[in-house]
């Protein structure tokens, strides 16, 4: 690869990773905007949420185009190749963020014609964390962080256990008043759609660690930095 040719691909990385930072700006906004629509009962901010998918949808269409480019006119190789495939991937999951944020504004508007239940508090730390792990994933792949990868990864147990008391807590509700069963049905889809988009966190953080250290943190706990079970089965 000539000189010229090189800073050529380079210069185009870069713009990539511009490209996925816009994007993630777009996720992130969307699903801030989807989450105060819910805590607000607002429709009118939920239905902004559904029109504005479109946007995320292109950008993701955009990136991979000039992802499927680079792999094929430059035909990079180590590193360079981890971050072509990781975009590729990043977007993927940041369309899936947009769409999940489409299903939680979309439960607000049925929650609107529901009979009123409060999101509980803990569904309230469910959304600030789904968005922080986000925000600090991407921005470690941006840095090329792998230890921030991680530590994105290990937060996903605690949304994990949210999501459980969010059930708990909505059944127990269902069951001492049957006119909220509507209403819980859907918050307990909100619930389930942030803690999928905090999944979709720990997906990025995972591929920052393949992006730096080329190997594969997928369903390794040890490797991730969490305690190995070792208890008997």
């Not at 939920?46 to 995320?56: G, M, P």
């Not at 035909?75 to 947009?98: F, Y």
């Not at 439960?107 to 803990?122: G, Y």
């Not at 127990?172 to 966190?201: C, K, Q, W, Y």
């Amino acid at each position: 690869m000539s000189l010229d040719v090189h800073r050529h691909f380079h210069d185009e990385l870069s713009h990539l990773k511009v490209r996925l930072l816009t994007m993630s700006g777009e996720a992130e906004a969307a699903l801030g905007l989807a989450v105060d629509a819910l805590l607000e009962r607002d429709a009118d901010r939920a239905a902004e949420v559904i029109a504005n998918d479109r946007a995320i949808d292109d950008m993701e269409m955009e990136i991979e185009e000039r992802c499927i480019n680079l792999l094929a006119l430059q035909q990079p190789m180590a590193r360079d190749l981890r971050m072509l495939t990781s975009a590729l991937k990043i977007a993927n999951d940041l369309e899936r963020v947009g769409d999940h944020a489409v299903n939680i504004a979309q439960s607000t508007q049925r929650l609107a014609q529901a009979r009123a239940i409060a999101p509980e508090p803990e569904l309230v730390e469910m959304a600030r964390l789904a968005r922080e792990m986000l925000s600090d994933a991407l921005e470690a792949f941006i840095r090329g962080d792998a230890a921030a990868g991680r530590e994105v990864c290990l937060r996903d147990d605690k949304v994990d256990a949210l999501h459980d008391s969010v059930f708990r807590i909505l059944l127990t509700h269902m069951m001492e008043d049957p006119h909220t069963i509507g209403a819980g049905m859907e918050l307990f889809l909100v619930s389930r759609n942030l803690e999928r988009v905090a999944d979709l966190a720990t997906n990025i953080g995972e591929d920052v660690v393949f992006l730096v250290e080329g190997k594969s943190i997928k369903h390794h706990a040890e490797d991730r930095g969490e305690p190995r079970d070792t208890g008997a089965r």
